[in-house]
C-alpha cells in the first residue's frame, strides 16, 4: 500500500441497507477525516479522528458513524441509507489534526443509493 | 458564519495566465490552503499560505491578504493538463478545513 486506499471504489445501493465504506492509510498520520463531495458544493466534513480511538462529528454527520481501532483504518458506515446520501465519498489524512498539515486524500468512493 | 466564494467555472487560453480569486470568512483563521482536483479523481495539495503575500512554486502562486479576507492563486504559462477543479479551503479555530465548491478551470487551446 502507498498512501491512502478506499474500498470499494463504487457501490450501488438499495435504500435501507447497512453500507461500510473503507479507509486505510500507511502513512503512520494522526489525522483522518472523512468528506463527501455533491455536484456545486464544496467538500463537507462528515466526522474526523485526530488520533486513534478518539473521533469527532463534522458538518454533516447525521446517518453516519465511525470507528477508529488503530492508527491505520478509518471505516465510514452508513446505518440504514437513505437516497440523499448518493454522492462521492473521501477519506483524507494528515500528520496531525491539531496543527496545520497538508491532507492526502484516497481516490474516493462512489456511492449510488436507490 | 464560515463562507468560502470562488467562481464557479473560468475560462483561459493555452500558454495565458489566470488568476482564481478566493474570498472567506472564517473564525480563528489558521491558514489558506489550495487544492487541484481533477475530473474523478481526488484533490491534491498545490499550496498553503499562512502570512500575508505571495507564495511562488514553479508555474502556480498563491497569495493571501488577512485583513482582507482574500486569496488567489495564479497560473502562469498554462498548459492544457491545468484543466481542473481548483479548491480553496480555509482553516478554522478547530483546525478544520472549510471548503469552497471549487472553480473549474477551462483551458483552450
Known amino acids: 500500500i502507498a498512501g491512502i486506499t478506499q474500498a470499494p471504489t463504487s457501490q450501488i445501493l438499495a435504500a435501507g441497507r447497512r453500507m461500510t465504506l473503507r479507509c486505510t492509510q500507511d502513512?503512520?498520520?494522526?489525522?483522518m477525516y472523512w468528506y463527501r463531495q455533491d455536484l456545486g458544493l464544496g467538500l463537507r466534513l462528515i466526522h474526523y479522528s485526530n488520533t486513534a480511538g478518539t473521533t469527532g462529528k463534522g458538518e454533516v454527520p447525521d446517518g453516519y458513524s465511525v470507528s477508529r481501532a488503530n492508527t491505520d483504518d478509518f471505516p465510514l458506515t452508513l446505518a440504514s441509507a437513505v437516497p440523499s446520501q448518493t454522492s462521492v465519498y473521501f477519506c483524507a489524512s494528515s500528520g496531525d489534526g491539531t496543527d496545520y498539515n497538508e491532507q492526502f486524500f484516497g481516490p474516493g468512493t462512489r456511492l449510488t443509493v436507490l | 458564519g464560515q463562507n468560502i466564494d470562488q467562481p464557479t467555472e473560468m475560462t483561459a487560453t493555452e500558454g495565458a495566465i489566470v488568476q482564481i480569486n478566493c474570498t472567506y470568512q472564517?473564525?480563528?483563521?489558521?491558514?489558506l490552503f489550495w487544492y487541484q482536483q481533477h475530473a474523478g479523481e481526488a484533490p491534491t495539495f498545490l499550496s498553503y499560505n499562512v502570512l500575508d503575500g505571495l507564495e511562488e512554486k514553479g508555474r502556480f502562486s498563491s497569495f493571501l491578504s488577512r485583513s482582507k479576507g482574500y486569496s488567489y492563486l495564479l497560473l502562469k504559462e498554462l498548459q492544457m493538463k491545468d484543466s481542473a477543479s481548483y479548491l480553496c479551503a480555509s482553516i478554522d479555530s478547530n483546525y478544520q478545513l472549510i471548503w469552497g465548491a471549487g472553480t473549474k478551470l477551462i483551458i483552450k487551446p
Open positions: 472564517t473564525s480563528g483563521f489558521n491558514g
Open positions: 502513512m503512520r498520520h494522526n489525522a
